[in-house]
């Protein structure tokens, strides 16, 4: 059974930097893209970076992070991480990591989701 299990959340003030991972386990035959996401309370859950085999081979962010986070995939090509500098109170949420991948040659690909980790910028 595939696992995603994310890490690295925790309180910083504004300004601040914190580096989430994510680490995808379990029977993974094809991983078609990855992602990171999040869900502030009270609203929807939004995309923040992705990354796509399908793509350019460089991440997408949503216009509220580019410049200030960085999307990067470790060498065993199952982790995930997200640099977030300059962190603003409005980036406060849960974190969630997404993986759209295949677990054996013969299924379809599914989106599995992470636990979520908890990101607090206080002002």
């Known amino acids: 059974q595939v696992q995603l299990v994310e890490s690295g959340g925790g309180l910083v003030q504004a300004g601040g930097s914190l580096r989430l991972s994510c680490a995808a386990s379990?029977?993974?035959?094809?991983?078609?893209?990855m992602a990171w996401y999040r869900q502030a309370p009270g609203k929807q859950r939004e995309l923040v970076a992705q990354?796509?085999?399908?793509?350019?081979?460089?991440?997408d962010y949503a216009d509220s992070v580019k410049g200030r986070f960085t999307f990067s995939r470790g060498s065993a090509k199952n982790t995930i991480y997200l640099q977030m500098n300059a962190l603003k109170p409005e980036d406060t949420g849960v974190y969630y990591c997404?993986?759209?991948?295949?677990?054996?040659?013969?299924?379809?690909?599914?989106?599995?989701w992470g636990q979520g980790t908890q990101v607090t910028v206080s002002s």
């Open positions: 997404n993986a759209d991948l295949q677990e054996s040659s013969s299924d379809d690909y599914t989106y599995y």
């Open positions: 379990g029977n993974i035959f094809s991983i078609n893209a």
């Open positions: 990354l796509t085999s399908a793509g350019s081979g460089s991440p």
